[in-house]
């Protein structure tokens, strides 16, 4: 959530005319005899994104994308709605925010992570002398924080499909402007009140960090080593994948890393905020896909609007038009993904320079992959193995439908209502395998490629 910190520029797109440059080692594969699993498309979560008012964005815009996660707790509501730091009346302001956007996710099913950072004020725009639970010792203030929260989540009867986030990014100063002892005792006060006020019934997630959990991460070897001594381990290992190139079978491995050495139990993972603005896009976000499910993730959009339009335009999956929204491209992907990619789900390995990824699933007549390149140009190869487990020869043509999903001038709140239909064509294969090119001429469209079987 680093909407203040960064302006983003909006991606000028240039149509490649040339020849794209060939990158033939390196392949992205797909294995259709490796189930793993029913797809519960777990990158359709939103950070933000969702307004205030119930219903201004229409149903199917949620339905159609099988919307199942929203992350929110009031952030950015203007005086005087600026959260507990600045008073009773204006922690309610920013309370009602959360529930309309409680009242949202659940009206669709999804789960709602309560960003209780932002509703106590500390959204990025606090100033300087702003305080901190637990400054100089005295935690009267966060206790009192917590006690009036618990009062309200209860009065509003909302505990159902709640995950509490116990602290936003906690490794950055803009969110933390202490250190981390500090931090580590407000988890572990906040973890054990949590629990003692409702048990299970409502889960624990965090630590929401900016960084990855990588074995050379110190910010996280401090937190795991606390979490394992003071009995306070999320129900949800949480953080965020929103700069650096990183990658999630790299953070995965940290967290494993972390997991072993402290002697931590595993949990669901919530990259509750995935993508930086320019990957925003369908390449970025089939990219995103591919990655997530790989390693059984949820994953949230990241949001990188402020103001009101932070909890506006489903984090940048919609347009508007005076107050009519429309999709744009990348809300062309969260669709296919959620009503086309249906069945089962296979596994896929990204290309070796980890550019190209994919996600695959095969349903009752269909086997359908959608790829994604990061946000390069280039020609990727697609692998597809072990066909027979499909059902088809081990050698002959594989016909290939192929759907482009591209996004209009406006590469982020430009229109497009559905993807476009790149025709059908035939690959010659043998050995049970075919590969196929992706030419990836510009850098925001993704593709699908679907086969009878
Ligand atoms: C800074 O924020 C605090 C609330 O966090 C408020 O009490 C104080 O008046 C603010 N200071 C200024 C100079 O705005
Ligand atoms: C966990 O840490 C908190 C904050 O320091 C403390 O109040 C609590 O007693 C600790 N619990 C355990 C089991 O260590
Ligand atoms: C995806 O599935 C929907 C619902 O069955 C269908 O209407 C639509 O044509 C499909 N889209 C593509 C690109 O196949
Ligand atoms: C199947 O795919 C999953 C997810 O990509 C991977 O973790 C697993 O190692 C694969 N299993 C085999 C036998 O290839």
Do not use: C
């Amino acid at each position: 959530m680093r909407w203040d910190l960064i302006q983003a520029l909006a991606l000028i797109q240039l149509a490649s005319a040339g020849p794209v440059e060939k990158r033939d080692t390196v392949t992205a594969q797909v294995n259709f005899n490796n189930n793993t699993g029913t797809p519960q498309h777990l990158a359709s979560g939103l950070l933000y994104g969702v307004p205030d008012t119930l219903n201004q964005i229409p149903s199917h815009f949620y339905q159609n994308i099988g919307y199942n996660y929203e992350r929110a707790g009031g952030a950015q509501v203007a005086a005087p709605g600026r959260g507990w730091i600045w008073g009773l009346t204006e922690y309610k302001k920013r309370f009602q925010s959360a529930l309309s956007n409680y009242k949202t996710a659940r009206e669709y099913g999804a789960t709602f992570i309560f960003l209780i950072h932002d509703l106590w004020g500390a959204d990025g725009s606090q100033n300087s002398t702003a305080p901190y639970p637990g400054d100089n010792g005295d935690w009267s203030s966060w206790d009192a924080y917590l006690t009036q929260l618990f009062s309200d989540i209860k009065a509003n009867s909302m505990t159902s499909g709640l995950v509490i986030d116990i602290w936003n990014e906690p490794d950055l100063t803009v969110f933390w402007n202490r250190d981390q002892s500090q931090y580590l005792q407000m988890w572990g006060r906040t973890w054990h009140k949590f629990r003692a006020e409702f048990g299970t019934a409502v889960a624990l997630s965090g630590p929401a960090s900016a960084g990855e959990p990588l074995s050379t991460n110190t910010w996280w070897k401090a937190w795991a080593s606390f979490v394992a001594s003071n009995q306070s381990v999320p129900d949800q290992y949480a953080w965020h994948m929103e700069g650096g190139g990183g990658d999630l079978l790299s953070a995965n491995a940290g967290l494993d890393h972390w997991l072993a050495t402290y002697n931590l139990p595993s949990k669901t993972i919530n990259i509750n905020e995935y993508a930086v603005y320019n990957e925003q896009v369908p390449a970025g976000s089939a990219w995103w896909i591919g990655q997530l499910e790989r390693i059984n993730a949820h994953g949230l959009r990241g949001n990188w609007l402020s103001g009101t339009n932070l909890r506006d335009y489903m984090a940048s999956l919609l347009g508007k038009s005076g107050s009519t929204y429309y999709p744009n491209g990348d809300y062309q992907v969260y669709k296919y993904y959620y009503q086309n990619m249906t069945g089962h789900r296979v596994g896929t390995l990204p290309s070796s320079d980890l550019k190209l990824e994919a996600y695959s699933t095969v349903g009752t007549d269909y086997a359908r992959v959608l790829v994604g390149v990061r946000i390069a140009t280039g020609t990727w190869e697609l692998k597809l193995n072990s066909l027979s487990s499909l059902g088809l020869p081990t050698s002959g043509t594989l016909n290939v439908h192929t759907w482009g999903f591209p996004v209009a001038s406006d590469v982020h709140y430009g229109e497009v209502d559905a993807p476009t239909d790149l025709g059908w064509y035939g690959h010659a294969y043998s050995g049970d395998t075919v590969n196929f090119p992706v030419y990836q001429t510009d850098k925001v469209t993704a593709y699908a490629f679907e086969f009878a079987i």
